[in-house]
Structure formats: structure tokens, C-alpha cells
């Protein structure tokens, strides 16, 4: 068989299939149409009054990578931005986009650029490899490389007044690649899920000065009530000696100052912290030259300390927290990995609080920026995921994780940087169980540089399995067993011994180095009829495992809505049980179903509440309510 005969047999055998033809849809995915698709300004911590947005149809085209064309002759027809190709609301019928193809898009634009002026496109997320033309000219030297993370192109020396062409060419391996890709996966099974590929955040255009902000950095101190910014601005010149000017609503603070040189600011004597019963948040507006930029930030402190008994426990404003978290996966049946809108995404976090959790654990996906911008405004505490990379968890040994590590910690300092303003989020999670974690020296160096690189938050060990610097160590094929904490005085950079238990509940041994957490538990599963995504009939060739509906936690007492409240309200007695003796917080599995997983609080199209929310947030109020006695008690 030669090259090109194979690569169509794996072409056909890939792409072929389609997703499952009996939508799902959420309420809000039922109403999205071309002309209203997240139409919010993506960037609320950093916004601008001239933007364009480029949500909506474009011509797509899947050509083979075998004889691909320099530019399609014809286009499939169009997909709805910025919904990757795979998902109901990009229109395209459940196509999937298989790693021998290239995925096009195209659309005209209008232009006018302007001596002094910059013409920015901005994409929040393109999964996997991108490449923009405008007209016949790529516009970046390099092509951008990471599904998770946004990234910007000048298209000022390539613009022309007027009509434009805009092309963007897509290759996305899935899972025959070393890169972050989560829980996508070719087919769904177990904890693994659709994959998505193209375009999948937000696309737009702002016209900005030559010399502009590109970006800020804010951090705040509660005990010295201060707050320093460092503004860096684009296309300064040398002799650029104009300072710019900041102004913190509702403060009277008014500071200038310069380009990539801290300043610190003394806030009012009277100011007001930020947490998730009063979610205060100081707005300001920043100026330099002919450019101004809207952004906000909160005074907020999350660290771990011993409490009056010695035992570490995570402190939010200088007082003992308990993580009352869940697992939150952040897909939609409609969208898959895209929030098919801005009030669909407040929902999920207004039922959390609704139900008693003050804190989610983004698990493996990094969200766009609004959705951040939510739980600031809302109140929610976030603990972050980093995605995680290919990975074999039953192999001993994996030298993709180690060919990979570069690409990882580009793309892990890629995500801190993306996500530093954000004051929700308080703990980092570079590893997630075994998923694409690399050796004893690498986990360490990667954890040793989270902390170093971010030392305003804290950084969970790796969450669950393989913790070689002193919590559990869980080697594929083999048993659990406990390594020795390193040495006082001895780096161990990690805050947090990170456990994983189904059902549960569980907690790592109260330990002289780190705090005790559960990071994830639970998994109850209960079916609700006329709510549950099915899986393919593919899934099958994987030998039945985990092919249709199933919870992590099981459902066989779960099954009635009596059994699961009945057996979540018990794990809940022991949390509490675990909680006086130590435990600093847990996660519970999961916000939501998600495909062919039935453990959620809600249904995958969020259309029925599993619980009653009354009854859930008297029970975790409960278990921080004994936490708080024991973590107070001398």
C-alpha cells in the first residue's frame, strides 16, 4: 500500500463517522443563532471601546493533508464561530476532523488602517496548530502552536482599505501529538470525550494607538492594604518619556505611572476585601497616550497556615477555609467545550452557590476569560487545571511525556500568564493524576516552578497519584503505598497532599508539610430519563468498558432520587467527620453530567437540578461549620 493509498484508509476510517445525530441542547445553546454568538467584549479585564467582533459564519473547508491545496478551490459551506467544528452549534452536522486533515476558514473583513494605528486580531482559543493569511500573506513568522490559550496577530502591514480576505488554516492532531488536549479524545469512553478541534473561543479585532497597553500585571496585599500594577506598553520609541495615568473607581485614586515599572498604591483605610459572600471588586480605568483600557481587581489573600493546633489548613483573609469544591468539567452538550453563551455559563456557577459549594475545580480545561470574570463578580473560588498532555497512565514509562516537557511548561507559563489577573483563582494544579505527568525530577521542577513563578497562590501536588514528594506515589499495575516528606528546610514545593477517592470520602494523614485535601470524591450516579447522552456505537470496538451511561461512584443505590440524596448526605456526615480531624478542604464529582458520565448535580443539558439546592447547602454548612470549631479550638 503506498503513502498516499494509507493516509486515505486512515482519513476514511477517522473522519467518517459523525457525532450522534439526536442533539442535546440546553436552553440557551436552543437559542444561539449566527448573528448573536458571544457577542460580550472577551477580554473583561482588559477592555477596549473600539473592537470588532468576528463570532458568526464563516466558509470552512476539510481537505486531506495528502495533496492539500494552497487554498481550497470550494468550500464545504459554513460554520458557525466560535464553535469547533465538532460541536451541534458550529452547524457543521457532528463532523470530526481527523489528524490527516486541515480544517480552512475564511470570511471578508473590512479594513481601514491609519498612519499611527495597529489593526490586532485576536483569537481566545484555536485548537490546535493556526495559521492566519490575510489575502495571500501569513501574517506571524510562526504559526501558533496550543489548542488552550489565546494569541494575537498585527495585521497592519498586510491590511489594505476596504474589503479583505481572512484565511485561518487548522491542524489538529488530537491525540496523535504530545500537545495539552484535556479529555478529548477519538472516541467517547470512560472519562474521555469528543473531540475539539478549530476554532473554539471568541475571534476579534481592535484598532489601538502605536503606542499602546499590551497587557498589565496587578497584586494586591491585604495586610499593608496596597495594590501594585506594572502596565506594559507597546510601541514605545526611545526618548518615550510620557507617563500614563490610572484611576480606581470609587476611591478618589488617582496615580501616573510609567511603562514596565511597578507601582504600588496605598488603598483607603476603609477598603474592602473580596471573597465569595462579598465578592468585592475595585474597577479602574487606565490611560496612556491616545489608548485606555477597563480592568478591575480585588484584595483578597489565600495561603496555607497552621491553625490554632498546629495542623496546616488553607486560610482565605487571614481566616481558617474550608474548600467546598466541585469537580467542573466546563463541557456542553451543545457547545462541547464552547459555553454556548454568557447566561449559560452564570447559571452553572449560580447553582453552585445555590447549593452551599464556595469553590470549583476547573478540571482540565482552561475557560474563556468571561467565564473568570463570573466568578469574580459572583463569588466563586476557582482551583485551575493545567490540561493535560497525551499520556498512557498504565505505562511505566512514557518518553512522550518527556520529548514533551518543553511544549508542557511553555504552555503551563503560557496558562499562569493568561490567567494571573483573575483574583478567583487561588490554587494552580499542574498534573492531574498520572494524565501525561512526567518523572520524579520533572514533577518536581514543574511544581518548584508554579510556586516560584506565581508565589501569590498556591500550588496543589499533583492531584491524586503520583506525589514523589511525599504524599502518595500510585505506580500503574501496582499498589498504593506512602513516600517520606522531604526534610525540613528541603525544597517541597507542592502546599497540598492531593488525594483521590470513590466513592469516599478520604484524606491524606495530617502531614507537617502540607495541607490535607480530597481532591476529588463522590461520583454519584443517577439517571434521569430524557436527560442522558448516549454513546456511540463506536465506543464498542473498545470492548464494552465504560460504554454507556456510569458514575464513577456507582449507581446502584443512587438510582432513585431518594438513594442519592439519601447516600450524598452520608458522604457528607463523614467529610465532616474528616474535616475536625484535618482535612482542608475536598471536590466533589461533578458539576454536571458530561456525555456518557451520570454523576453530576445537573443533567449534561442542565435542564434538571439532581438534589434539592436547600438541602445540599444545609449540609456543606454543616461540614465548614465543624471545620470551623476544630480549625479555631485551642
Given at each position: ?173 488530537t491525540e496523535d501529538f504530545i500537545q495539552s488536549r484535556g479529555k478529548q479524545a477519538f472516541r467517547t469512553h470512560m472519562c474521555f ?442
Open positions: 500500500m503506498n503513502m498516499k493509498t494509507l493516509m486515505t484508509t486512515v482519513f476514511v476510517a477517522l473522519s467518517a463517522t459523525m457525532v450522534n445525530a439526536e442533539l442535546m441542547l440546553t436552553e440557551w445553546g436552543a437559542k444561539v443563532t449566527s448573528e448573536n454568538a458571544l457577542r460580550e467584549y472577551p477580554r473583561p479585564q482588559m477592555e477596549r471601546k473600539n473592537w470588532t467582533c468576528l463570532n458568526g459564519d464563516w466558509d470552512y473547508a476539510i481537505t486531506p493533508i495528502v495533496d492539500a491545496p494552497v487554498r481550497p478551490g470550494k468550500w464545504d459551506g459554513k460554520i458557525r464561530v466560535p464553535f469547533a467544528l465538532e460541536s451541534p452549534l458550529s452547524g457543521c452536522n457532528g463532523r470530526l476532523l481527523a489528524p490527516h486533515e486541515y480544517l480552512w476558514y475564511t470570511r471578508k473583513i473590512t479594513l481601514d488602517p491609519k498612519p499611527g494605528e495597529r489593526i490586532l486580531l485576536h483569537f481566545g482559543a484555536v485548537d490546535f496548530r493556526a495559521m492566519v493569511f490575510l489575502g495571500h500573506d501569513e501574517v506571524a513568522s510562526t504559526p501558533h502552536d496550543g489548542g488552550q490559550l489565546p494569541f494575537t496577530v498585527d495585521l497592519t502591514p498586510f491590511a489594505k482599505k476596504g474589503e479583505n480576505e481572512l484565511t485561518v488554516l487548522v491542524w489538529d492532531p470525550y469528543t473531540r475539539v478541534s478549530g476554532i473554539w473561543q471568541t475571534v476579534w479585532m481592535e484598532t489601538v494607538p502605536e503606542r499602546h497597553i499590551a497587557d498589565y500585571d496587578v497584586t494586591t496585599d491585604i495586610d499593608k492594604g496596597e495594590v501594585t500594577f506594572t502596565f506594559n506598553v507597546d510601541g514605545l520609541k526611545y526618548g518615550d518619556a510620557e507617563p500614563g495615568l490610572l484611576a480606581i473607581e470609587g476611591t478618589g485614586i488617582k496615580a501616573k505611572f510609567r511603562p514596565g515599572e511597578p507601582m504600588k498604591i496605598k488603598m483607603p483605610k476603609n477598603f474592602k476585601l473580596w471573597n465569595p459572600d462579598s465578592p468585592n471588586l475595585y474597577r479602574f480605568t487606565a490611560t496612556f497616550g491616545g489608548d485606555a483600557v477597563k480592568g478591575y481587581f480585588a484584595m483578597r489573600k489565600f495561603e496555607r497556615r497552621r491553625d490554632a493546633k498546629g495542623v496546616w489548613r488553607f486560610f482565605l483573609n487571614n481566616e481558617p477555609y474550608f474548600v467546598m469544591a466541585t469537580l467542573d468539567q466546563g463541557w456542553w452538550p451543545d457547545g462541547l467545550l464552547t459555553p454556548p453563551s454568557e447566561e449559560a455559563m452564570a447559571f452553572d456557577i449560580k447553582t453552585l452557590k445555590d447549593c452551599g459549594f464556595n469553590t470549583m475545580r476547573k478540571h482540565i480545561k482552561v475557560e474563556p476569560l468571561r467565564y473568570y470574570a463570573l466568578c469574580d463578580k459572583m463569588g466563586l473560588l476557582v482551583i485551575q487545571d493545567m490540561p493535560c498532555c497525551n499520556f498512557d497512565p498504565c505505562a511505566p514509562f512514557n518518553w512522550h511525556n518527556v520529548k514533551g516537557y518543553g511544549l508542557f511548561r511553555e504552555e503551563l507559563k503560557g496558562l499562569v500568564d493568561h490567567l494571573r489577573k483573575v483574583p478567583s483563582i487561588v490554587m494552580w494544579v499542574p498534573y492531574n493524576e498520572g494524565w501525561g505527568q512526567h518523572d520524579r525530577a520533572l514533577s518536581h521542577f514543574t511544581l518548584d516552578f508554579v510556586k516560584k513563578y506565581d508565589p501569590t497562590r498556591l500550588v496543589d501536588g499533583p492531584s491524586g497519584w503520583s506525589d514523589w514528594d511525599g504524599g502518595d506515589v500510585h505506580p500503574p499495575r501496582a499498589r498504593v503505598f506512602t513516600t517520606q516528606h522531604r526534610p525540613e528546610g528541603e525544597c517541597e514545593p507542592a502546599d497540598a497532599v492531593d488525594y483521590h477517592i470513590y466513592r469516599g470520602p478520604g484524606m491524606p494523614r495530617v502531614n507537617d508539610r502540607r495541607v490535607s485535601f480530597l481532591g476529588e470524591f463522590g461520583g454519584l450516579g443517577h439517571p434521569v430519563e430524557g436527560h442522558i447522552w448516549r454513546a456511540f456505537d463506536q465506543a464498542k470496538s473498545l470492548g464494552g468498558k465504560h460504554t454507556g451511561d456510569w458514575g464513577y461512584g456507582g449507581i446502584n443505590d443512587t438510582k432513585t432520587r431518594e438513594g442519592l440524596e439519601k447516600t450524598y448526605l452520608g458522604l457528607m456526615d463523614k467529610l465532616g467527620e474528616l474535616a475536625e480531624k484535618g482535612l482542608g478542604g475536598s471536590v466533589y464529582t461533578q458539576t454536571t453530567d458530561v456525555e456518557i458520565e451520570i454523576n453530576g448535580l445537573l443533567t449534561y443539558d442542565r435542564k434538571v437540578l439532581k438534589f434539592d439546592p436547600a438541602v445540599l447547602k444545609s449540609a456543606h454548612q454543616s461540614v465548614i461549620d465543624r471545620f470551623m470549631k476544630s480549625a479555631t479550638a485551642k
